[in-house]
């Protein structure tokens, strides 16, 4: 009886299942069915054809293209469309079940869903994946992780994160490029091919699903918003309104407005399409306003023409157009506004001798043509009230377009007080390029000959260069140059210069810069390149460090008088570069200036480098490989180590202070608890405080904050007692002094005279100097007199004798 009810309830689980199964495969079908009727195949994926999840198993897949095709075969089914709907079925199927053509369609995405994108070759491939669907688009912006962060700034922003390989996103290109070229000038219109960019789009950008297509309202100041709607023109152009609408306003006027300012009156509501006027008004904002005339009193006033749409007046100036076209009123008005200063070369110098004599207000320039029209001239003229500005005919000024280094107008440059020009790099918000150029005095644009003499060390002072070659782009680099330059307007010894090369000019960036821009630090005679990728704080810290480092540059004699221990008054920490070293060696003379830089504070140490490559000498014959060695003081021996294994600055700055200084003690639980945490029954106040380095080997930061620690301890002059814990090796160490991040520094002050109790204050580590600003006063109320060696005024009050370097 028990085997019979067991096996009349595996039946009954059995028939359960199938019919679970039965009506999720009927739930499948009706799904498809309902595709089929009112969805593109194009525009759906091969698991939707055929109504499947992409978990679906190969046997689901086979049951449910068996179904379908029974529904649209062409036996039962004679129309064009079932017939259509059934190749496409098959063709679903054929790819789904083999599972090599399965995972490529999951990676690549059909060959057959976008003909225009067949990239059955590996150059086709190679392509898609390198340059995405919007390579070299005029009007969509081809986005970068690196390119990200200088390209967001305010105004209107449209970004689709795609995958050329994803039908939807092959689907939505040409509306996107359609979109971006009607919205040019009012919404940025980018796109970012996260096939190639993926670390970009999931780690920072969170990207889950192609395509996301997110809006900006508010550039780089606010959050962004989802388009869950249609891919289609229409749907993204309604979307992108919705924003436009909240930020300019058509007015219906009842009466005609004063001339003193520019009107345009738009003669219904009904003659030029609510969207394409909305942008008009975009366009115009703060330059025209645009109005709406319903009356037809007010109408035949301003025209008796019954075809004219447009009426624009402004003081004397009247102009009737009859145009419906966005484009072409557009150009109408601004054709109508009253034409700007033109600059031609006589005017040009006066402009340019007046800004050197002591003028202060600068001048932005326009180059123009005929093919161009200067709406955005005078949209800039409304944004700077306060500036002056002028246009340059390249038609017929097309040798000083030259030599002003214009390639082809539309363009734009600035002329700053002091005399100095610099011209904007192609496709920049031209609004933040005026904010900072006009301000940074110190940077030029550079003519050949300015970059020859530079180059070949004929000028004084430090040129910081930043060297683009025809076809690279340096437009993310332009931005943050600029404003590092104004950090250096102050400084008469530090000039910025641009040369960004055209076909003409290549010859000269190729000397030094191949396939992309580079910025380089030429101090008299002597290069330095800049290899970072931060182009803002890192750039500066690297200025500054070639400015402040002076010449840390040895020649034989130099090397062969600290090798005589007799004559050695410093301790030398060197760096010996072979000849044949190439770029490694380049970035290990930014790793020397790191560590010479760090080390400035003792007085006791200098810092050098023998670079073979530029100081050719005998002594270079027997250096094989790049090596840094560490000269005591008055001590014929020395400490080497290979710059192969410790090629970063702070990793050679901890080998460096362990011989510089001996003082700083490695502690165990043992030795840590016997002279650092251990009581005294009798105080006698000769025991010293103890300063305690906790660290992880794990931790970059600890290597790069343990130099500062340990010059800040030098300096202490054995004020305190100096130790180092690891605690990954002396884990119950820093759990029972409560450890929670590292590095961690604690100053441990014992019981004297002054306290009863010991105490233990937790120092935050940061530079040596902040350290010792944080440490002295709590040694002063401590104890004073351990402040003797290192405070004339204490040494003279206490008159003891103190340890001396």
Known sequence: MIALAGLFNYKHLLERQNLKNNLKMLKLIVISCFLFGAVNLTDVTYYEILGVTKKASAQEIRQAYKKLAV??????????????KFLKITEAYETLKDPDKRNNYDLYGSFSSAKKYDYRSQSEYNNLYYNGLYHNDPFVDTLSGASWKNYMKDGFYFINFYSPFCPPCQNVAEHWKKLAEIYKGIVKVGAVNCKYHNSFCYNNMRIGSYPTLLFYPNGKKGNY???NGDRTLDALDEFVMMFLRNAVHVPTVVQLRSTDKPMAYVLGANRIAKNALTRIAFHLKDVVTIAIVEDDDLRSKLASDDYTTVVFRYKNIKREIESTDEKEILREIVAALPKIELVGPEKLKDIRNSLRTGYKKSWVLFFSS?????????????????????????????????????????????????????????????KDFILTASEALKLHTLSTSDFQRIFEGGDSGVWVLLVAPQGTKWEHIADPFTRASLEYNDDENINFGILACTAHTDQYCRQIAYNQPV??????????????????????????????????????????EILDASSREHAWLVAYLPAHCGSFCDDLAYEWMIVAKKLRPLDFVRVGVLNCARTPAAFCTNIRAATARLYPIASGQHYSVSLQHLSQAPYILEWALGFIDD?????????????????????????KPWLVYFHSPRCYSCYEKFSDFAVAGILLNNAVQLGKVNCVTERGVCQHEQIMSYPSLKLYLSRNQRQRFSTVVTIQVRDYDMMLQEIKPLLRRYDESLLAGIEPSVRKSFDIKHDEF
């Open 370 to 430: 005929k093919e161009e029209n200067s709406l955005q001239l005078h949209q800039m003229i409304a944004a700077f009230p306060h500036i002056n500005f002028g246009e340059i005919d390249c038609d017929k000024w097309s040798e000083l377009c030259a030599s002003l280094h214009v390639p082809s107008p539309p363009a734009w440059a600035v002329l700053k007080r002091g005399g100095a020009y610099q011209r904007a790099p192609p496709n920049v918000n031209v």
């Open 225 to 227: 918003v989802y388009h």
């Open 519 to 560: 910025i380089i630090i030429q101090k008299g005679a002597k290069r330095h390149a800049y290899n970072g990728r931060d182009y803002e704080n890192q750039l500066l810290d690297f200025i500054d460090m070639i400015v402040e480092s002076g010449d840390l540059e040895l020649n034989e004699k130099q090397v062969l």
């Open 663 to 687: 003082s700083v003690q490695k502690l165990n639980w043992q030795t840590f608890s016997k002279l650092v945490i251990a009581e005294e029954l009798n105080p006698t106040g000769t025991k």
């Open 71 to 84: 529904k649209y075969h062409p036996d039962k089914n004679p129309g064009e469309d079932e017939q259509e």
